[in-house]
């Protein structure tokens, strides 16, 4: 469960379909595309060569200590892309959906100065948020599926239950303030 909704998983396949279903077919995929490559590929890529260098101790980043630089990198990063993305007029939901996601990393970056909140909650909450405000609340059900994602954390030893449930409640409020307003 941990690796099927690991940011970098959740966030690929999101700004994919964000893109398809707000510019439809081919070309939609081509924003979602290229969307990803700054929201997930570049600081997936950074994180894997960290942990080959040594300088990560995984690919989750469990150690609070080690998240600062990720996630800077990867806020950096998002904002480029939005701004790429902004010059290039890109799909209102796929700049929304960027938008959302570079706030997400400023609070990310903010809150684990201090305290090692869920990124993978707070994502997969984010995510459920924008699919739901995207496709409307057929998509409710599977809610239950934060469930998992917050039990496999936790089962990992990774999070306790009160870093999960910041990070999805944050994750979802970020999600849908920042999404909803501007989408």
Known sequence: MTEVTAPAVLV????????????GGVRGLGWGLL????????????????????????????????RRVPLLLGLASAAVGLALLALLGAPRALLALVTAGVVGLVVAVSVSHWWKMSIHAAVAAGSLVV??????????PAVPLLGL???SRVRLR?????????????????AGLVFGTLS
């Open 12 to 23: 690929t396949g999101l700004t994919v379909l964000i893109g398809w279903h707000g510019a």
């Open 35 to 66: 969307a990803t490559v700054f929201a997930a590929g570049v600081p997936f890529a950074y994180i894997l060569g960290g942990v080959r260098r040594g300088r990560l101790t995984d690919r989750h980043i469990g150690r609070r200590e080690q």
């Open 131 to 140: 699919l739901v405000l995207t496709f409307g609340p057929r998509l409710l």
């Open 149 to 151: 994602v917050g039990w």
């Open 158 to 174: 990774d999070h306790t239950v009160a870093q999960v449930a910041v990070g999805a409640l944050v994750g979802g409020l970020v």
